[in-house]
C-alpha cells in the first residue's frame, strides 16, 4: 500500500512539473506567431518580401507605386499597384497597415 501511496505522488509530482513547465512554453510560441504588421508606406525591399506571394519583383512595384503616388492612404490602395490582385491582397491584408 505504502508503495503506491509514493508511486502516485511521485505521478502527481511529475504531472505538476510537466504541466507548469508547458504553459510558459505555450505562451511563448504564441508571441512567437504573433508578428509585428510591415506597414507598406515605409518597408523596405525586403521586408515587403516577407509577406505571402511578394517577391522582388512586385515589391519594387511597391516601392514605385509609393513613390510615383505618395504614401498609400489605406491597405486596399495596394490593389492599385500591378500584380497586386483580391487573391495576393487577402493573403497579406492581415499582415500589412498604413
Same mark, same amino acid.
Do not use: C, H, W
Given at each position: &500500500? ?6 502516485? &505522488?511521485? /505521478? ?6 510537466? /504541466? ?6 505555450? !505562451? ?15 518597408? !523596405? /525591399?525586403?521586408?515587403?518580401?516577407? /509577406? ?8 519594387? +512595384? ?11 492612404? !489605406? ?15 487577402? !493573403?497579406?491584408?492581415? +499582415?500589412?497597415?498604413?
Amino acid at each position: &500500500m505504502k508503495n503506491y501511496l509514493v508511486k502516485g &505522488m511521485v /505521478l502527481s509530482l511529475v504531472l505538476a512539473v510537466a /504541466l507548469t513547465a508547458f504553459v510558459p512554453f505555450e !505562451s511563448y510560441a504564441a508571441s512567437q506567431t504573433t508578428e509585428k504588421k510591415i506597414n507598406i508606406n515605409t518597408a !523596405s /525591399l525586403t521586408e515587403l518580401q516577407k /509577406l505571402p506571394r511578394i517577391g522582388e519583383k512586385i515589391a519594387q +512595384r511597391i516601392i514605385d507605386f509609393r513613390k510615383e503616388n505618395g504614401k498609400f492612404k !489605406s491597405t486596399t490602395d495596394l490593389l492599385k499597384v500591378k500584380g497586386i490582385g483580391e487573391k495576393i491582397f487577402n !493573403s497579406i491584408k492581415d +499582415r500589412i497597415t498604413v
